[in-house]
Structures are given as structure tokens and as C-alpha cells.
């Protein structure tokens, strides 16, 4: 198998800019191949794409966020948050409203492809919102495979399964009278593709894909034909194929966003290593078949990660520092060099985060000192800044170290924190560099800028962090009581971690913040948190704060018509994530990895001091979501009134304890104290206290981690780290 | 419900472990006890539950489950697989009766041989204040830490920060 090299985050040298002549081609010049003719440049229109650029745009995700890649340095930024459909607005899509099948037609400058919402072929504008096309499509609902072809003008796609499954032709010739008409032209049996993606020669007009299995293969539309022309040794969904000008064919690897290029042209069928995408359960995208693989020269830079409103982005005059050299001055051991930031609450860190420089080693309390650690790799100025109005901007009042000297190592740094802050979360800066002077934004010739997320007090208090200030513990489901499952314990894994904050007279407050890493489930399920103890008219809603990342809030995740507080993380999991192409589930089986897609952080306040027990992950539980199947056993769906907890901890008031009727293996027996554990005493659900790499989908706990049994017969007294990486069956676990 | 292989380890010996009677339960019996919509002792009637069918017999292919070894373990009802414990740590700093200070407790340290620590502060698991230069908090540590690593830090600048190790017995 064609592996990636052992890539360090990268540090990049500087790579010089070519001639601006290149970046205004509007036209793709391209050399004639072959009998085909070269595609026309099209009439611009306003809402076409505007330039044949060399990106390769990736689709990711059930709402389909879209970056560019830079094929050369395997750079990537957010192109689109998310494609607008210019018929339905954001709500009314489903888990289901991903783009596919999607190419370039370099005869009208637009992107076409397939919407799994709408069923149909859309067209994509410069806004990378789409419009459905009126096709009569026979009844076809999905199509994951597809390109438009330059020479013919039509947008082919291919699908294997159904009724006339096969490769179709949709005619984008506006002056044809079979425009927009979708006709079968080779059966899926003459075909018998094993494909994820295929990508269409910008000039020849023929068909090319690499297999799972690692085969390159032509495809001639016209003949209904397939050739297989080598082995790449790149094996795996290959979910994104695009061309570049010169006839190679780049393929992008789902579970690593491994980019190859195979030599379609020159007959080099084995794939090279290009550069690493973002890794995605499924992937598409499109591409100017036409343009140049090298790219315009880009200069790479370290930019923040605190939300634009504090000056991120490049065209926001983002605080940005030149990375350059073998050993860049930095703070930490990482530094990232991009050609643009990931604003909050994007992120970049899914291969280490570079925020790993500074330590705030005391709290954060207005009228006092704090003391912050950084680490520098060598000597520089140190800068920074604290929101401590929190109004979204780092104001030259709140430039709180300014031209600090530091040395390399650990400095130990004594800031004030203003007395009139505004308590609550905000963001903090800080730049090292060699140049001295920096404000919160703007270039540095050299070094880095960190921003982190930080919560300002206004009293003293003790702050508890579980399982630690950055660490994360696991909670793992399975789905199916009250019958025991396979015991893979993957149904639905979410990391978690919390804060308590408390005062004398009790707890003020707490923070929740986690991540979904695994649904290895059919059922819908939803997650939330109760706080035991607590009362929901205890909790200030007006304060309470709430973040995911994929997706504006729109509701207080507070239950509603609750004595008890509870918090809603998400009533359907698979609102957030998406199992990959040929793939049953999120991140639990072989070669299914991605990158995360859901991630959540809650700040609940208090109206007085709590003197609830608040510890550890509180409550965290698993229901059923409201209106969807959870097995035949059941007379109707049992919806949120169903709920799986952590063994011997009591459902909810939601919970309809009826179900604790014996069924299955339940051994619930409410008058004891005793909830969701089996006959034998086993769960339905686990905390493990640490980043936890759950089993493969299908294999059960006692397999992937064998000192777990010892641990779980003992009732605790052997075995007590069973969970760590060290002990468990390597092969057999999911690779964060 | 799909047919799948599920994968198991080697055979193991069983422990044959005594069930003990369900203990006590842990709750204060004069508090409100939340989380239970039904008074203890209460529970629905037959004719009440959402279920087709009250019996493995009657729900027949539906009840079948996968057999796994993990299914088959053995454990006391009340064990709760807990993989994380309490500590108990306490201070009694003079200065900080003088000056006001701020404790640091963390999981991941190293000694450096001269009184001193390197520490890695993502580990941490409290900050809190002292009183009086005194201070007793319970941690809540994950069961592979046997350790942790306090730290002092003094709102005078000028003054180094104290260290104290905790471990368990």
C-alpha cells in the first residue's frame, strides 16, 4: 500500500511568489491531445466561477463544507462554510444534503454535480451556493460518482446499485436540444466499477478513476468500455479524483486526505505522494481539469485561531508571522505555516495543535495577578493581549505584556488582570517574535502567534478541571438496551471534559466541552448532561453560553418543562456527522477515519451558589431521538423518554420507567438503586477517565483491551489501567 | 438485526464471583432525590410499557443478542467500572498567610533535582486559593496518575513558588 511519508507538522521554507501575470489568467490555455478539441473559454458570467484556477476544491461533510487545496503544499482553507441552496434555506436540509459526483465545465465556468437532498443535478455558482437543475432523472435518487467533461460538455455520473444503476450523461450544451436530458449509457454490469470518484480527461474526453482495489482504469463513454491500465498501489475509498493540464490524474485518499498523482499521460501508473487534505468520512470535488498542476507561489505563515472579530484572517490583516527555516522561532514545540487562518471555531489542530507554547498556571481573577508560563525556542519579544471587556476585539488598552524579553525555555510571566473585567469566556493573544512593536494584528517577519480560549473571574475561586485542564475523558454507548449489544462499545463515544468553578458558599458555575468521535450505530441518538442536584431554575440562562462547530445555535440547549437541569447537547448525533463512502459508520470501522465533525462546549452559570455534588463528567446519557426507530421491540418509537446512563446512575424525569420492565438483559431494579446493568453486572455504558481509542466496529471490549476482564471480575482491584494504549490489541482499535 | 461476527479474545477462565446483596444506597434520604420520576418502589404495570411483548419467549428473534465474552463477565452490582479516584490534599503555608497565594495541582511533572519541577500544566486538575495560608481540596485523579505535583504561586512576584508532592498509599 502506498503509505504517507512520516510527516512532522509542517515548516515550510518561504516559497517565492510568482509573476502576478500567472494569477490573472482567465483563460486555460490549453495544448490540444488527442482528436478532442480543446474546451472553449466560456462567456464569463457574473455568478461563474471567475478564472481556471489550479485548486482543487473539496467537498467534506453532510452539509458539504468546501476548501481549496493547493495540490503542491497540500494547504487548505475554507472556501464555503456550507452551499446555500438558492431553494431551500439551511434548516430544511437533512443529514443527507451532501454534493457529490461534482466537476468543473470549463465551457460555462460553473461546477455541476448531485445533491443527495434534491436528488438532482445542481449547478454550483461562485458563491459555491447551487441550484437544482429540471432534469428528468428515471427515478435515480443518488449518485456519489461523477465529473463534467470539457470536450463533450455533459457531467457524467455513475452509480452501482439499484434499478438502472450505471453511467448516465446529463447534456450541458444550452445549445443542444438534449439539453439537461439524462440518459443511461452503460450499464453498471459493462462497467462494474469499483469507484469512489472518477475524474474526466480535459482533453481527450475519456473516463479515468483508480479502484479500492488499487487498479487504474479508462473508461470510454462513447464505447461503454472499460480498460484497466495498471496498479497505483494506492488502495483505499479514494473519494476525490481531479486532472491537471499536463494529464495526471490526483486522487484523494478518504481516511488520510492522502493526495496521489498518477501519470495518466505519461504512462506512470503508480501513484506519488503529492501533499495531505483534510481527511473525511466522504469526500468530492472539482477541479479546472485544464489549469496547471503548479500553482501560484505562496508564502506560509502562522496565523491565530481566535474568531475573525479579533483581526485572524488574511484579509483582516491577521496577525500572521513568516515561518521559515528547519527551526522557526516559536512557542511550543509546533507551529503550523498556512496560507491563511482557521478562525474559531474552525480549526487546524486535528494533527497537533500548535497552541502548546503558553500555560496559564493560575486563575484568571479581576484585581490580581496571574501568572502565565511560556515557552520560547529561543530568545525574542513577547506581546500579548486579553478581551477582558469581551466585545469581540483586542483594544490597545488591553495590550497587557508588551516587549517582554524572553528567553528560550520556560518564562515565567506575572500579568494583572484588569479589576473592571467582564467575567466569562474570551479569547487571549500572543505573539513572540524578533520584531518588537507588534500590535494584535499584522505581519511578523518571524515567530508565532498563539490565541487561546480563557475564562476571566471576577471572585476568587478554586477551579476543578476533570479529567484535566486539557485532557479529555470518554463516555461509551451502546444503543441497544435493555439487550446487550456486541460490546463494541463504539455505538457512540464522546469525549468530554468539565470545569467547576467554586466559591465558598459553593459551585458558580460549569463548563462542559467535548467532542463525538465514534457512532458505530444505526439508531438515532441524541447526547446530553444532566447536573445532579441541580435544579433547572437554578441554572442563569440568560448567561449560559453555548458552541458547536458545525452550526450556528439557535436554541438554549437547557431542557425545556424540566425540573432537572439538562443539557441538550444534540437530539440526533448524525445531524453532526456522516458515515463515510462505502462505509456503515462514523469512525468505527477498517479505513474509515476523518476528520472529527462535531464539537461542543456549554458554560452554565449559576443564579446562587450550588451545593450539588458536581463531579467528574456529571451525567452524561444517550436517548433515543424523538420519532425515530429504536427496534421492533418497541410498540412506538420511545423517543426521548428512552435513555441509556453510565451503570447505577438514575434516568432522568424524561425517562419512562416502565421500560425498567425485565426485558432483555436488564437487571434494573429501580428500589435498589440499581440502573442499566445486566444480569451479570455488566453496562451499557463506560467512562473511560482518558483520550480513549475505542474498538473496531464488531470487535467486542475483552478483545481489543484483554485486561479488561480482570478488571471487570476483580470488581476494580487488577488491571486498574486496562484502558491505556499500552495494553490494548493494537490492530483492534481505532487510530485517533 | 444484521448478522455479524463478533470478534472475541481468547478463552479466559472465569471468576465465579459471589453476588452480593444490592447495598445501600448512597443518597441522603432528606434530599430531594432528582432523577427519579417515580417515588421509589414504583414502577408500570405490564399494561403501561412500550414494549410488544414482556418476555424473551414472546419477543423471540428480537431478543437475540450477540454472544460475547464481554456479556458473560461477572461483576458485583455495584461496581460501577469507576477509572478514576479521589485524593485528599492539604496545605499549610505560613507565607501565604502573609502574602496571598493561588495552588496548582498537576498530574504530569518531573523533578529537576533542586527542589524544583518541570511540570506540564495541561495536566492539571485544580487551582484554588489559600486561606489563611491553609487549604483542603479532594481531587478527582484518573486511577494511571499515583501522583500529583502542587504548586505555590504567590501574588508577589518576587517570590518563588513552592512545591509539594502527593501520592497515594
Not at chain 1, 89 to 116: E, H, I, R
Not at chain 2, 64 to 75: G, K, R
Request: include cysteine.
Amino acid at each position: 500500500m502506498a503509505q504517507l511519508p512520516n510527516i512532522k507538522r509542517s515548516v515550510v521554507s518561504s516559497i517565492q511568489k510568482k509573476p502576478e501575470v500567472l494569477r490573472n489568467l482567465s483563460l486555460c490555455v490549453a495544448v490540444a491531445l488527442g482528436a478532442s478539441v480543446a474546451p472553449n473559454a466560456y462567456a464569463q458570467s457574473a455568478d461563474a466561477f471567475p478564472e481556471c484556477d489550479a485548486s482543487a476544491y473539496l467537498t467534506q461533510g453532510h452539509l458539504s463544507r468546501t476548501y481549496a487545496l493547493d495540490l503542491q503544499s497540500g494547504d487548505y482553507k475554507v472556501a464555503a462554510d456550507y452551499h446555500e441552496s438558492r431553494t431551500l434555506p439551511q434548516y430544511a436540509w437533512t443529514k443527507k444534503a451532501s454534493l457529490d459526483a461534482l466537476g468543473f465545465n470549463p465551457n460555462d465556468g460553473y461546477a455541476y454535480g448531485w445533491s443527495q437532498f434534491h436528488h438532482a443535478p445542481v449547478r454550483m455558482f461562485n458563491d459555491f451556493s447551487i441550484e437544482p437543475l429540471n432534469v428528468a432523472t428515471n427515478g435515480q435518487k443518488h449518485f456519489y460518482v461523477g465529473d463534467v467533461s470539457g470536450p463533450d460538455n455533459v457531467l457524467y455520473l455513475y452509480n452501482r446499485s439499484g434499478k438502472d444503476s450505471g453511467l448516465y450523461a446529463v447534456d450541458l450544451d444550452s445549445s443542444s436540444s438534449d439539453y439537461l436530458s439524462m440518459k443511461l449509457i452503460a450499464s453498471r454490469n459493462q462497467l462494474k466499477l469499483d469507484v469512489q470518484d472518477f475524474a474526466v480527461h480535459p482533453y481527450n474526453g475519456l473516463i479515468y478513476a483508480v479502484e479500492a482495489n488499487g487498479t487504474v482504469i479508462e473508461v470510454d463513454p462513447a464505447a461503454g468500455t472499460r480498460t484497466d491500465l495498471g496498479k497505483s498501489e494506492v488502495y483505499g475509498n479514494l473519494g476525490a479524483a481531479f486532472f491537471d493540464g499536463e494529464g495526471n490524474l490526483y486522487v484523494v485518499r478518504n481516511y488520510d486526505g492522502g493526495v496521489f498523482r498518477i501519470g495518466i499521460d505519461s504512462g506512470v501508473y503508480k501513484g506519488q505522494y503529492v501533499a495531505t487534505a483534510p481527511s473525511a468520512t466522504a469526500h468530492d470535488g472539482f477541479r479546472c481539469a485544464t489549469a496547471p498542476f503548479s500553482p501560484q507561489a505562496i508564502e506560509l505563515s502562522d496565523f491565530g485561531d481566535a474568531p475573525d472579530t479579533y483581526g485572524t484572517y488574511a484579509k483582516n490583516n491577521g496577525a500572521a508571522h513568516i515561518v521559515s527555516g528547519d527551526n522557526p522561532l516559536r512557542m511550543g514545540k509546533l507551529v503550523d505555516s498556512e496560507s491563511d487562518a482557521y478562525a474559531h471555531p474552525l480549526t487546524d489542530s486535528t494533527e497537533g495543535d500548535d497552541e502548546d507554547g503558553v500555560a496559564f498556571v493560575s486563575t484568571l481573577v479581576g484585581g490580581q495577578k496571574a501568572r502565565v508560563v511560556v515557552n520560547a525556542s529561543d530568545n525574542g519579544y513577547l506581546n500579548g493581549w486579553m478581551d477582558s471587556n469581551r466585545d469581540g476585539v483586542f483594544d490597545a488598552s488591553e495590550h497587557w505584556i508588551t516587549d517582554q524579553v524572553v528567553g528560550e525555555g520556560d518564562n515565567s510571566v506575572t500579568v494583572v488582570v484588569p479589576s473592571d473585567l467582564i467575567a466569562g469566556e474570551t479569547w487571549a493573544r500572543f505573539r513572540l517574535s524578533s520584531n518588537q512593536g507588534l500590535e494584535a494584528t499584522g505581519v511578523a517577519t518571524d515567530g508565532e502567534v498563539e490565541d487561546y480560549q480563557v475564562n476571566l473571574l471576577s471572585d476568587k475561586v478554586s477551579v476543578s478541571s476533570y479529567p484535566s485542564a486539557n485532557g479529555f475523558s470518554t463516555v461509551a454507548f451502546e444503543d441497544n438496551w435493555p439487550f446487550a449489544g456486541d460490546y463494541d462499545m463504539n455505538d457512540l463515544v464522546t469525549k468530554m471534559r468539565t470545569r467547576t468553578y467554586k466559591n465558598s458558599s459553593g459551585i458558580t458555575q460549569v463548563d462542559i466541552e467535548g467532542y463525538i468521535t465514534s457512532v458505530g450505530a444505526f439508531y438515532e441518538n441524541g447526547l446530553a448532561v444532566r447536573l445532579p442536584g441541580v435544579l433547572r431554575d437554578s441554572v442563569d440562562e440568560t448567561n449560559l453560553e453555548f458552541e458547536i462547530s458545525d452550526g450556528d445555535v439557535v436554541a438554549s440547549p437547557l431542557e425545556a418543562d424540566r425540573d432537572e437541569a439538562i443539557i441538550i447537547i444534540t437530539d440526533n448525533v448524525f445531524k453532526h456527522v456522516t458515515p463515510g463512502e462505502s462505509c456503515d459508520y462514523y469512525r468505527s470501522e477498517y479505513q474509515c477515519g476523518a476528520d472529527l465533525e462535531f464539537k461542543f462546549r456549554v458554560s452554565i452559570p449559576f443564579k446562587e451558589p450550588q451545593s450539588a455534588d458536581l463531579s467528574g463528567l456529571f451525567d452524561p446519557f444517550l436517548f433515543a431521538t424523538p420519532g425515530s426507530f429504536h427496534g421492533a421491540h418497541f410498540v412506538n418509537p420511545p423517543g426521548r423518554s428512552y435513555e441509556i446512563h453510565l451503570k447505577n446512575q438514575a434516568p432522568t424525569e424524561a425517562f419512562d420507567y416502565s421500560l425498567f420492565s425485565g426485558v432483555g438483559q436488564d437487571a434494573s431494579d429501580p428500589d435498589s438503586g440499581k440502573y442499566f446493568l445486566s444480569d451479570s453486572g455488566m453496562p451499557w455504558a463506560l467512562e473511560v477517565g482518558t483520550d480513549w481509542n475505542h474498538p473496531y466496529e464488531f470487535v467486542e471490549l475483552s478483545a481489543a483491551f484483554p485486561d479488561f476482564p480482570a478488571f471487570a471480575t476483580s470488581n476494580g482491584s487488577d488491571n486498574q489501567d486496562w484502558y491505556l494504549e499500552e495494553n490494548a490489541v493494537t490492530d483492534l482499535i481505532f487510530p485517533e | 438485526m444484521t448478522t455479524k461476527t463478533i470478534i472475541s479474545g481468547a478463552a479466559f477462565t472465569a471468576l465465579s464471583i459471589m453476588l452480593t446483596a444490592c447495598g445501600s444506597s448512597s443518597s441522603n434520604s432528606d434530599e430531594v432525590e432528582l432523577g427519579a420520576a417515580f417515588a421509589q418502589g414504583q414502577t408500570g404495570s405490564a399494561a403501561e410499557t412500550n414494549y410488544i411483548a414482556l418476555s424473551n419467549e414472546e419477543l423471540g428473534t428480537l431478543a437475540e443478542v450477540p454472544e460475547t465474552q464481554t456479556a458473560a463477565l461477572q461483576v458485583l452490582d455495584d461496581f460501577t467500572f469507576d477509572t478514576s479516584r479521589n485524593m485528599t490534599v492539604t496545605m499549610s503555608i505560613p507565607e501565604a498567610a502573609i502574602v496571598e497565594a493561588e495552588a496548582t495541582f498537576c498530574t504530569d511533572y518531573s523533578a529537576n533535582g533542586d527542589g524544583s519541577f518541570d511540570i506540564n500544566y495541561d495536566s492539571c486538575v485544580l487551582s484554588a486559593p489559600l486561606f489563611g495560608g491553609e487549604l483542603s481540596e479532594e481531587l478527582n485523579l484518573v486511577n494511571q496518575h499515583d501522583s500529583v505535583i502542587g504548586v505555590v504561586w504567590f501574588q508577589d512576584p518576587s517570590m518563588q513558588p513552592m512545591y509539594q508532592e502527593y501520592h497515594f498509599d
